[in-house]
């Protein structure tokens, strides 16, 4: 059955640090991977996208890498602020629409 | 920026009644979904819907969940005769072109007692 592993459920970083959140998955050939970010209480909210065809994605600090071979994807936050501090959850879509979450890593940015 | 928005936020039923969630899409979409997360579990997808037909359900979706949309803004869940496992966070999402970035709303808090 398909599968998606987050790292680790909670990683703790030094402000000006960078984060870094890896995605695995197993039985899939996702079109594309996204990552969202969640905070307590609320819904996912979009972050990056990035195409099966693609290596790597930046929009501001934030980093994606995407490797099919090794059925992975690295999601990286450079200079990072206790406002990042969240909850970052990876999502396969395959050939329909639906998504497939990881369990999501949480992520505390210390000052 | 347009929003989804999800009411009620918070809903307390007793078990075997019907409870309908609501949601408002952003106006110019057209591709809908359902989305449920048990507390500390990952994110479900439960259904898609598109051209007022579903496109696509997971198990969870069984006979006691429907989907409808009413009207040109509303869509929305209902389930028949809640069981205390489906209390949950419902979310509802909504994206203009099918693939690609999902637009969720902050969910709605249903608490089965």
């Known amino acids: 059955s398909q599968k998606i592993e987050q790292n680790s459920e909670a990683l703790n970083i030094q402000e000006g640090k960078t984060a870094t959140l890896t995605c695995n998955y197993t039985?899939?050939?996702?079109?594309?991977l996204q990552w969202y970010r969640q905070d307590p209480g609320r819904g996912p909210v979009f972050l990056l996208l990035?195409?099966?065809?693609?290596k790597e994605k930046r929009k501001e600090r934030l980093k994606v890498t995407f490797d099919t071979t090794l059925k992975q994807s690295l999601f990286h936050i450079t200079a990072s602020q206790p406002a990042d501090s969240a909850t970052y959850l990876c999502?396969?879509?395959?050939?329909?629409?639906?998504?497939?979450f990881g369990t999501g890593t949480r992520l505390q940015v210390f000052p | 920026e347009p929003e989804v928005t999800q009411t009620p936020s918070h809903q307390v039923t007793q078990m075997g009644q019907e409870v309908i969630l609501r949601c408002v899409p952003i106006s110019n979409h057209l591709y809908f979904y359902w989305y449920r997360q048990i507390l500390g579990q990952k994110v479900e997808f439960l259904v898609s819907?598109?051209?007022?037909?579903?496109?696509?359900k997971s198990e969870i979706f069984d006979d006691q969940f429907s989907v409808e949309r009413p009207d040109g803004s509303n869509f929305t869940l209902k389930i028949r005769s809640t069981k205390l496992e489906d209390s949950a966070m419902y979310f509802c999402?909504?994206?203009?072109?099918?693939?690609?970035?999902?637009?969720f709303g902050d969910g709605t808090r249903l608490s089965i007692l």
């Open positions: 819907f598109y051209n007022n037909e579903i496109s696509e």
């Open positions: 999502a396969l879509e395959g050939n329909t629409d639906k998504l497939i």
């Open positions: 990035i195409r099966e065809n693609e």
């Open positions: 999402a909504s994206t203009g072109q099918g693939k690609g970035p999902q637009h």
């Open positions: 039985n899939y050939s996702p079109a594309y």
